[in-house]
T-cell receptor, first 114, second 113 residues
């Protein structure tokens, strides 16, 4: 069964260090999302890609966060420098797009900043 | 501004009982309403979804009821089982628009044996 792959599953980093997360969406899915989920809350969108283009990054803290999807397939989310408040689950999701909005989520990366 | 409000925050049900979770939305442009189930340490998994052209959708023990005029929708879990114990999130999006999912804050469901 096709699934969204994310790595690493867990990451512990010291504040002010750089950290990166990787996502490989389901093959053929044009739309890719990065969500952040703080413990006990619902996921909140950080950035949305349609193929290699950013569609929505209005909630991405651009002074420290960056995201890319260079060839319109896999994607990387980077935080530099990490802050204590960045501790959360980072979820990647993908969908076919083009009015098919059924989104499938990966297992997520649990980030702990110490 | 919270666009999707979900209640209750937590719910305890006995095995065999009915679990009901409610959501209300503000943006009338929303036209896709999924429910996600999330187990600890896992990503959310799509459970069931509805479009506003129908008032109810049923899949097995899971039913979504939708009230467009009240801008409310709910998830009913019939014959709740201990394996249903998880956190449930409602969400909404605009098909053909930004398509991003806006989530509620979640309901932690516990089904006692």
């Amino acid at each position: 069964e096709a699934e969204v792959a994310q790595s690493p599953r867990y990451k512990i980093t010291e504040k002010s260090q750089a950290v990166a997360f990787w996502c490989d969406p389901i093959s053929g899915h044009a739309t890719l999302y990065w969500y952040r989920q703080i413990l006990g809350q619902g996921p909140e969108l950080l950035v949305q890609f349609q193929d290699e283009s950013v569609v929505d990054d209005s909630q991405l803290p651009k002074d420290r966060f960056s995201a890319e999807r260079l060839k319109g397939v896999d994607s990387t989310l980077k935080i530099q420098p990490a802050e204590l408040g960045d501790s959360a689950m980072y979820l990647c999701a993908s969908s076919l797009g083009q009015v098919n909005t059924e989104a499938f989520f990966g297992q997520g990366t649990r980030l702990t900043v110490v | 501004q919270q666009q999707v409000k979900q209640s209750p925050q937590s719910l305890i049900v006995q095995k065999g009982g009915i679990s009901i979770i409610n959501c209300a939305y503000e943006n009338t442009a929303f036209d896709y309403f999924p429910w996600y189930q999330q187990f600890p340490g896992k990503g959310p998994a799509l459970l069931i979804a509805i479009r506003p052209d129908v008032s109810e959708k049923k899949e097995g023990r899971f039913t979504i009821s939708f009230n467009k005029s009240a801008k409310q929708f709910s998830l009913h879990i019939m014959d709740s089982q201990p394996g249903d114990s998880a956190t449930y999130f409602c969400a909404a999006s605009q098909v053909g628009g930004s398509e991003k999912l806006v989530f509620g804050k979640g309901t932690k469901l516990t089904v006692n044996p």
